[in-house]
């Protein structure tokens, strides 16, 4: 209750500030996961994958978001309704912080990641899976980036995770996890619209180190975003 009273405060400051400025839209990638516990072992290959992604600034305020889902069976109509491949992952983080300087973001929030190991699912709830994983993590860290929106930028975000799992199906335990993720970008103006594309690469790590589980996820992706940046 605390922390979501500070989240709609600091909401409440953002709207009576200047400067806003808000940047949304759709992305795909192109991920490879390896996932290890102690009684298996799963790599999707190269897969691709769809997601939307946002962000928002007003003064010194700043709030990013990104959600990714993850099918092994790639992108598909079928899959919204029916998803038969081994793994399937729905990622979602929001962090909120400050720019202490022009080019420089100091970022918190919070991650949650669902996770299916074998079996089906349908209509986005799993049937008959070997392992469900749902992942809840806090997220600390810095984003440096170019401050304005030019012909080409870049930006480089760095997070640590600090969190807890709970394993299901295959055996049911508890277990803190931590990990980190990697990211880098660089939007590229559309002409004099305000729609960028925006390649980059990222790369992440989750681990519970009392039960063996791992897993790593690196990931190409194209953002299409639209952005009120000057």
Not at 96 to 115: A, C, E
């Amino acid at each position: 209750m605390r922390s979501t009273s500070l989240f709609l405060s600091l909401l409440l400051v953002a709207g009576v500030a200047s400067a806003q400025t808000f940047e949304i839209g759709p992305r795909v990638s192109n991920y490879s996961s390896h996932l290890d516990t102690d009684f298996l072992a799963l790599r999707t290959g190269r897969v691709s994958s769809y997601g939307l992604v946002g962000s928002y600034q007003n003064g010194g305020f700043v709030l990013d978001w990104m959600y990714d889902h993850d099918p092994q069976n790639g992108i598909s109509l079928t899959d919204v309704i029916i998803d038969v491949g081994d793994y399937e992952r729905d990622r979602g983080e929001a962090t909120v912080g400050y720019r202490i300087l022009p080019g420089l973001d100091l970022q918190g929030g919070v991650r949650l990641d669902d996770i299916r190991v074998g079996g089906i699912s349908f209509l986005g709830n799993s049937i008959a899976n070997d392992l469900s994983i749902e992942h809840q993590a806090i997220v600390a860290g810095a984003k440096l980036h170019t401050p304005t929106g030019g012909p080409a930028s870049f930006y480089i975000l760095g997070r640590g995770m600090m969190g807890n799992a709970k394993f299901r199906d295959g055996f049911h335990e508890d277990a803190d996890t931590t990990g980190y993720r990697a990211e880098a970008g660089i939007p590229i103006r559309l002409g004099q619209s305000n729609w960028f594309v925006v390649p980059g690469a990222e790369y992440e790590h989750i681990e519970a180190k009392d039960i063996g589980f791992r897993l790593n996820t690196n990931r190409a992706f194209l953002n299409f975003v639209y952005s009120t940046r000057p």
